[in-house]
């Protein structure tokens, strides 16, 4: 990857509320560019690391902070504030545009023709906003398999069958039973996170510690330490 570079800093109250939390500068970074409306990919070559590496410096930074998800983390006041400030001056330049783009009236009478124009366009951009962030809110979420779908027998004993269940759950579940979850990103038709199946299943001289973390629209999931008394490391495809 090559350098990263700067990521913008908030204002005084953000960047002393993740000062407070104690978060690293690549943890830090990551909390920026949520605020900034990037998503993982968007941001991973500004931060000069992979997409998978943003999502889990942004869990990290979620779980110091004592929030789990994007949206929690977007309502918090110091978050709102930078957040409401970023917009207005998106849609501050995008009116400048707009402006600088119309010529000039010739005579006052077109001068007030225009900003009725506009003020029609910013009334119809604001109804049009509100109707797809109503669909958005609206939308059947992904479901995803509650529990292991029974266990499948290898050389290392039974292993649950994680197949259907969202990425995080599902190594979780393998975790639980003492066994290393690595993942493998896959382009599916299936919800963004969801578990295609359960792949190879080796010995834990044979494990990628760079395989224990993976990262997909609206969740991620990491941490998982190579080290400890694990039984054999497992390989799920994960959709993408």
């Given amino acids: 990857m090559s350098d990263h570079h700067p990521i ?35 941001a991973a ?6 997409a998978s590496t943003v999502g889990s410096y942004r869990q990290r930074a979620y779980q110091k902070l004592g929030v789990t998800t994007r949206a929690e983390f977007l309502r918090m006041p110091s978050c709102a504030l930078w957040h409401k400030a970023l917009a207005q001056e998106d849609a501050d330049d995008d009116e400048a545009a ?7 009236a ?15 366009l910013l009334a119809s951009v604001i109804i049009v ?12 979420q992904p479901s995803y398999v509650g529990s292991p779908n ?12 994680v197949t259907g269940m969202r990425a995080d759950a599902a ?34 001289r044979d494990a990628d510690e760079k395989r224990s973390a993976i990262a997909w629209e609206g969740g991620s999931a990491s941490g998982y330490n190579v080290s400890g008394d694990w039984k054999a490391y497992v390989l799920i495809d994960v959709a993408v």
């Fill in 150 to 161: 029974g266990f499948i027998s290898s050389d290392y004993g039974d292993i649950p069958d």
């Fill in 98 to 104: 707009k402006m600088a783009s119309e010529p000039e």
């Fill in 129 to 140: 906003s509100a109707f797809v962030l109503l669909s958005l809110a609206q939308r059947p």
């Fill in 45 to 50: 070559p500004l931060m000069g690391v992979g």
């Fill in 171 to 204: 190594a979780s579940a393998l975790a639980s039973a003492g066994y290393y979850p690595e993942f493998l990103p896959r382009a599916s038709s299936e919800p963004p996170g969801t578990t295609l199946r359960v792949g190879e299943i080796g010995g834990m």
């Fill in 8 to 42: 913008p800093h908030g204002p005084s109250s953000f960047e002393g509320m993740l000062q407070s939390a104690g978060l690293s500068e690549r943890e830090a970074d990551a909390a920026r560019t949520v605020v900034m409306g990037l998503t993982a990919a968007e």
């Fill in 106 to 120: 010739p005579a006052n009478a077109q001068t007030s023709h225009l900003r009725l124009f506009l003020k029609c």
